[in-house]
T-cell receptor
Framework: AQSVSQHNHHVILSEAASLELGCNYS??????LFWYVQYPGQHLQLLLKYFSGDPLVKGIKGFEAEFIKSKFSFNLRKPSVQWSDTAEYFCAVNVNYGGSQGNLIFGKGTKLSVKP | DVKVTQSSRYLVKRTGEKVFLECVQDMDHENMFWYRQDPGLGLRLIYF???????EKGDIPEGYSVSREKKERFSLILESASTNQTSMYLCASSQRTSGGSGKLNEQFFGPGTRLTVL
């Protein structure tokens, strides 16, 4: 069965530090990749997504992610975090079964705490 | 502005009660989903629906059922609530994937219902 692994359960950084959150998936075919964020007390919202083309994807709030097919990875990065980036981050993968709808498979999430 | 609403933010029920969680979206989306979110487990798909009156089991359907009588509304039903169903329940919706495009459309999430079963 397909799965998504997020390597870090909880990451603690100081403001202005660089961020990289790992995400690996287990499927060799065509995938659609997503990062969602959940700020404290708020609903999940999309940060960025990758379908095809340029493997470096830019999202909202200065986040970006790089799809590396050979490593089955889609790591999330931000050069300089802010206190307001404190949130839980979820990587999700959709396995593309041709014409089927497919569903999202979520990782277990990574909590990011940014110290002011 | 796109919107997915859920009937309650917080709900407390007793073991054995029948529980209804309602979700409404105003984006004319074909697809609707119910997830539960638990600490350390991420989001797990309970049921989903690609059309009115249509439903499919997700990864953890046991103890749950769903109803989709209208396109905009997707209900999750706990037939007989148990303490292990205490959780955060999230509803989401998305447009139908374009045939052959391979692009899964973004899912939009509601604010969640935190259910406690005593």
């Amino acid at each position: 069965a397909q799965s998504v692994s997020q390597h870090n359960h909880h990451v603690i950084l100081s403001e202005a530090a660089s961020l990289e959150l790992g995400c690996n998936y287990s499927y060799g075919g065509t995938v659609n990749l997503f990062w969602y964020v959940q700020y404290p007390g708020q609903h999940l919202q999309l940060l960025l997504k990758y379908f095809s083309g340029d493997p470096l994807v830019k999202g909202i709030k200065g986040f970006e992610a790089e799809f590396i097919k050979s490593k089955f990875s889609f790591n999330l990065r931000k050069p300089s975090v802010q206190w307001s980036d404190t949130a839980e981050y979820f990587c999700a993968v959709n396995v593309n079964y041709g014409g089927s709808q497919g569903n999202l498979i979520f990782g277990k999430g990574t909590k990011l705490s940014v110290k002011p | 502005d796109v919107k997915v609403t859920q009937s309650s933010r917080y709900l407390v029920k007793r073991t054995g009660e029948k529980v209804f969680l309602e979700c409404v979206q105003d984006m004319d989306h074909e697809n609707m989903f119910w997830y539960r979110q638990d600490p350390g487990l991420g989001l797990r798909l309970i049921y989903f629906s690609y059309d009115v009156k249509m439903k499919e089991k997700g990864d953890i359907p046991e103890g749950y059922s769903v109803s989709r009588e209208k396109k905009e509304r997707f209900s999750l039903i706990l037939e007989s609530a148990s303490t292990n169903q205490t959780s955060m329940y999230l509803c989401a919706s998305s447009q139908r994937t374009s045939g052959g495009s391979g692009k899964l459309n973004e899912q939009f999430f509601g604010p969640g219902t935190r259910l406690t079963v005593l």
